[in-house]
T-cell receptor, first 115, second 116 residues
């Protein structure tokens, strides 16, 4: 079974609007971390936001927030006030404690911001 | 200078050639990883190392080998390259010090390998 599932291969959003990128995960480990990375067309991987499995509050970093729904095993990324520079691939990832803290990645969502 | 440096950034080679991708880091992290990225498949783990004496296979280790020469250096080798190893390769580091929130993967800029 896939550890991380991203069901949206491509998304479009109007500039200045908010957009939600979906991510679901599969684990039986009570201790895990969830991450989002951005990959612009230049290719580098940029860390955006982290959510721990024991964190009570949803993580936020500037215009990024992580909508963490533990019972549903979802960790959606919300980008508010989209900018043209947000156009990129976005990857959801999970680190599990019981697999030696390996990181598992989803297949990514390509976001295009329309002027 | 980048925290995680990969060389070469781009390489074109022929089937059957031996290729080495090198990675060095200045973050002082114990853990180093090699990932492969293919379109539509995300990032897949090839090998990882939690310290100099610890090397572990990842999801897709066949056809690859690694060497952890020092805490700061982790190289990936393709002993006999084949065309389906054409991909973007990433080295990454992480560290558990500082608590779970500090355990973020820091990536190099990537090495684009083309095998003809």
């Amino acid at each position: 079974a896939q550890k991380i599932t991203q069901t949206q291969p491509g998304m479009f959003v109007q500039e200045k609007e908010a957009v939600t990128l979906d991510c679901t995960y599969d684990t039986s480990d009570p201790s895990y971390g969830l991450f989002w990375y951005k990959q612009p067309s230049s290719g580098e991987m940029i860390f955006l936001i982290y959510q721990g499995s024991y964190d009570q509050q949803n993580a936020t970093e500037g215009r990024y927030s992580l909508n963490f729904q533990k019972a549903r095993k979802s960790a959606n990324l919300v980008i508010s006030a989209s900018q043209l520079g947000d156009s990129a691939m976005y990857f959801c990832a999970m680190r599990e404690a019981n697999t030696g803290n390996q990181f598992y990645f989803g297949t990514g969502t390509s976001l295009t911001v329309i002027p | 200078d980048a925290d995680v440096t990969q060389t070469p950034r781009n390489r074109i080679t022929k089937t059957g050639k031996r290729i080495m991708l090198e990675c060095s880091q200045t973050k002082g992290h114990d853990r180093m990883y090699w990932y492969r990225q293919d379109p539509g498949l995300g990032l897949r783990l090839i090998y990882y190392s939690f310290d100099v004496k610890d090397i572990n296979k990842g999801e897709i280790s066949d056809g690859y080998s690694v060497s952890r020469q020092a805490q700061a250096k982790f190289s990936l080798s393709l002993e006999s390259a084949i065309p389906n190893q054409t991909a973007l390769y990433f080295c990454a580091t992480s560290d558990l010090k500082g608590g779970p929130g500090a355990n973020v993967l820091t990536f190099g800029a990537g090495s684009r390998l083309t095998v003809l």
